[in-house]
């Protein structure tokens, strides 16, 4: 009879589907017309309904799987006993049938860390720039992002009535990452993408300094990753102490899984064990090619200005 799958596999293939349930809440709370906007920090920093509901989904539904595992998310929630009808207990047979990546097989539940952006682009979904939204689920082990899921509840969202919405793209370290057509950005070309509302004198210095082609501007680190996955972007610059660590985690393994590089703007790896501060102070930089050559253009104001 064959062995059961590693931990690390029905993690992710719950993973995957605990992501599919949370974009049909997303697009339920749209659609349903009352986003429940509560300011955070300020306008900048929000939180709607949606992020509260599929966090307490994705939360709850691993914690009932992998009691053990410890499991981190962006929003501060009372603990309250979360309705059934929130809870996804399915998963993903593909992954399940892929054979974990050896280096991997040992893992037990309480050495896995997940980290959790219920809704990754909150702002942006509050203003109908729907393909910017992501939902984050990353899983760390050793305190490196070694596997992640990221839902798009909206992808295909222009497409016209009969596209299929939303996609799940998922990957894990030693194995590559699927769900999307990997796509390198046009050669001797430098996009940056950055962020879209959480702008400054800081993030522009050193864009400036990079002398890129051209600069995409949009909400969500997940999204700003999946622009460099299938090549719509060449470098993610973020020289800002904004970002936090549900917000890379997913991105970063998915990202590596692939070939791609992800630091904070110094060169630094991000950690991800259970006691890690939450705010990537020193920002990102990220590429899926060619890391060498943005790293290097960097202004050393820039670094100094960040403190990790």
């Known amino acids: 009879s064959m062995a059961s799958p590693a931990l690390l596999m029905r993690v992710v293939a719950s ?39 599929v966090q307490m989904s994705i939360c709850a539904s691993l914690a009932r799987k992998f009691p053990k595992v410890t499991i981190i998310g962006e929003e501060e929630l009372p603990s ?7 809870i996804e207990d399915g998963h993903c047979e593909e992954i399940l049938k892929k054979p ?3 280096q991997y097989t040992g893992i037990k539940e ?25 939902v984050l689920i990353g899983i760390a082990y050793g305190g490196k992002a070694i596997a992640g899921v990221i839902n798009q509840p ?17 990957g894990v370290l030693g194995m590559g990452a699927f769900g999307f057509q990997l796509t390198e950005a046009p050669a001797g070309k430098h996009i ?31 999204n700003k990753i999946i622009q460099l996955i ?22 970063e393994a998915i990202l590596h899984a692939v070939g791609g590089k992800i630091t904070d703007i110094r060169g630094n790896s991000f950690q991800y064990n259970k006691e890690v501060k939450h705010m990537n102070s020193a920002g990102v930089l990220a590429t899926l090619r060619n890391y060498d050559y943005y790293a290097s253009r960097i202004p050393n104001t820039v670094k100094e200005s960040l403190v990790p």
């Open 192 to 222: 940056v993408v950055t962020t879209r509302s959480h702008s400054s004198a800081l993030v522009n210095e050193c864009i400036t300094a990079l002398n890129p082609d051209h600069v995409i501007r949009v909400g969500g680190a997940g």
């Open 154 to 170: 909206y992808y295909n969202y222009e497409a016209g009535a009969n596209a299929v919405l939303g996609r799940t793209i998922w």
């Open 15 to 53: 993973a995957y589907s605990v992501a599919e349930k949370a974009a049909t809440i997303v697009r339920n709370v749209m659609s349903a017309g009352d986003l429940g906007i509560v300011e955070k920090a300020g306008p900048n920093d929000l939180q709607t309904k949606a992020d509260r509901l």
């Open 230 to 251: 299938e090549g719509k972007a060449s470098a993610y610059v973020f020289a800002s102490p904004g970002c936090k660590k549900w917000d890379t985690c997913a991105p």
């Open 80 to 86: 309250d006993d979360v309705s059934e009808d929130l």
């Open 100 to 102: 974990c990546p050896a």
């Open 110 to 134: 309480e050495e896995l860390v997940i980290w959790v952006d219920p809704l990754d682009g909150t702002k942006e979904y509050t203003e109908g720039l729907l393909d910017h939204v992501t």
